[in-house]
């Protein structure tokens, strides 16, 4: 039975109410820079959710600043969608009272703010999502009222060009445009004409030329010249006893020195083990300066990415056999495709964290300092739905069964690779995580894991790899954790005995017993040992940041 009382227009309403305060301020959809504050005071009420663009890289940090000069007297209690907290004005929200909870993915550079200000009880951390978790919620209970964006160009009609760094901004959009929200878009300047339309103009409500193009992080590059000979070994042990044991050709690398030596030595090492062509050829992954070697030597045949990077621009142009690039030449990336490509597409993802407990548990949520998790939860994560084969997902699936008369499935590899002291002497392995803790602090019912130990099929240390899919039960588990933990507590807990039958049937592996030497694992193996190296590999397309130029 209908209810002929019942308003189903209650949004379109709201959002022409929202647009009608503004008459006096804009001019079609273009607003003033200097009536970015008073917009925002007019479109944005007391409670609503409102998603602040703030990617890895790509911030929308002229929009943020306008919003932390809001009157707390009139813009008050809003609920922040996010997926990096990583500016100081997006914690300055909470100490002004203008923002009271959010739900973010990564915090970055302002974790240990974070923590300070849910110790302080000024702000309400709901969930540390993954990306994917918190663009699916975007369209179903975390929808926004506001989205503000930031893009590259607008033209005269309000379409949008995003450039390499699309990101996050179409998923931000589409949920925010079709459920009556506003979107507002920063943007660094106006053309007349766009070389392609990343965002319709039917999809924005108002534009705003910024005063100075928006900030984007270089997050992914990494001197060649601050690897270690550590980080070398570890790297060959991945290549060696992970990558060709496995015929791991799909693989997401997370960031890190550990993982750039592992790039570095694709076309050195990987190369004298004759793995070109057999590993490391389709990658879901950012444009790393430290892939430009191997993607010169022949042994990447694609990447596509979440965000850009700075300085890659010209030499993702020049390669659009392997970027995924339009017809300007320009690459887009697309953050929640990228992710769903890493979670589903491909067999590996290997990378950091700050702690590990005994059942391969990790976290960088820890004491004093809640980074967030970002993608890793997704790409270090078994795809249970997954249903295509490849060797490496059989061959992973078939170990995790050890025999056992059980339906098979294959399984997807997530490594863990850290070194087992991190910066400060903090030792990686902990009997228990910090996040339980943080769990009761936050007033979350469970603990906030990264990545949960019964997805993890590897750790890797400077110690040699655990294989975790070849434990028989959750003591050996221990054991194998230990056993690579170096000299940590919880390395020093280890049974010996228990270790060294571990290693007998290889669930443990030393360096040496993949044929490595430690004397070989030396940083003259990288295919480049500085910046200057890496743009001499690109024939002078890579044009890095200043702060990376020390010539």
């Excluded at 479109?43 to 943020?64: H, P, S």
Aim: net charge negative; hydrophobic share 45%; with cysteine.
């Amino acid at each position: 039975m209908s209810n002929k009382d019942t308003n189903w227009r209650r949004g379109v309403a709201s959002k022409a109410a929202r647009v009608a305060r503004t008459a006096d301020l804009a001019d079609g959809r273009r607003v003033a820079a200097e009536h970015a504050t008073a917009l925002l005071e007019r479109v944005i009420e007391a409670g609503d959710r409102v998603c602040l663009e703030g990617n890895n890289q790509k911030q929308a940090d002229f929009l943020a600043r306008a919003l932390a000069a809001v009157d707390p007297a009139v813009i008050h209690d809003l609920h922040m969608l996010q997926s990096v907290v990583a500016l100081p004005e997006h914690t300055a929200l909470f100490d002004k009272g203008i923002a009271r909870e959010i739900d973010f993915s990564f915090s970055g550079p302002q974790g240990t703010r974070l923590a300070s200000l849910v110790e302080a009880g000024k702000i309400r951390i709901n969930a540390i999502h993954t990306y994917l978790e918190l663009f699916g919620r975007y369209f179903v209970d975390l929808t926004p009222n506001v989205a503000l964006i930031a893009a590259e160009a607008a033209d005269a009609a309000g379409n949008l060009y995003t450039g390499p760094n699309t990101e996050d901004t179409p998923a931000i959009v589409e949920a925010t445009a079709f459920k009556n929200g506003i979107v507002i878009a920063q943007v660094n300047e106006l053309r007349e004409g766009l070389p392609r339309v990343d965002i319709p103009a039917d999809w924005v409500d108002f534009v705003i030329v910024a005063p100075k193009p928006n900030y984007i992080e270089p997050l992914f590059t990494r001197d060649p010249a601050q690897i270690s000979e550590i980080q070398v070994l570890m790297a060959m042990m991945v290549i060696k006893g992970i990558y060709a044991e496995y015929g791991v050709k799909r693989l997401n690398h997370g960031i890190g020195f550990d993982t750039a030596a592992i790039e570095l030595l694709l076309p050195t090492y990987g190369e004298s083990l004759g793995l070109k062509g057999k590993i490391c050829t389709h990658w879901a992954l950012n444009p790393h300066p430290a892939l430009i070697p191997a993607i010169e030597a022949g042994f990447v045949e694609s990447v596509h990415s979440f965000g850009s990077e700075l300085g890659m621009e010209a030499y993702i142009a020049a390669r659009p056999d392997v970027f995924f690039t339009g017809r300007d030449g320009a690459m887009r990336s697309n953050r929640a495709f990228c992710q769903a490509a890493g979670h589903y597409a491909c067999d590996l993802f290997i990378g950091s964290t700050l702690q590990i407990d005994l059942q391969g548990n990790s976290s960088t949520a820890t004491k004093g300092r809640i980074a967030g998790f970002g993608g890793a939860p997704n790409m270090g994560a078994d795809a249970r739905g997954r249903r295509h084969e490849s060797a490496a997902w059989v061959k992973a699936g078939e170990e995790a069964r050890q025999g056992r008369d059980v339906m098979p499935r294959g399984r997807k590899l997530v490594v863990q690779m850290v070194e087992t002291f991190r910066e400060h002497m903090a030792p990686a392995f902990v009997e228990r995580l910090d996040a339980w803790d943080l769990a009761e602090t936050m007033g979350l019912a469970n603990p906030p894991v990264m990545i949960f130990g019964d997805d993890v099929t590897h750790v890797v240390t400077e110690e040699g790899i655990a294989n975790l899919l070849l434990c028989r039960d959750l003591d050996e588990r221990e054991q194998a954790i230990r056993g690579v933990a170096g000299y940590t507590a919880v390395g020093l807990g280890r049974d010996r005995k228990k270790v060294d039958e571990l290693r007998a049937r290889g669930v443990i592996r030393r360096a040496e017993d993949l044929g490595i030497a430690h004397r070989d694992a030396r940083c003259d193996l990288l295919a480049a040992r500085s910046v200057k190296d890496l743009v001499r590999a690109s024939g002078g397309l890579y044009n890095p940041p200043s702060r990376f130029r020390n010539w």
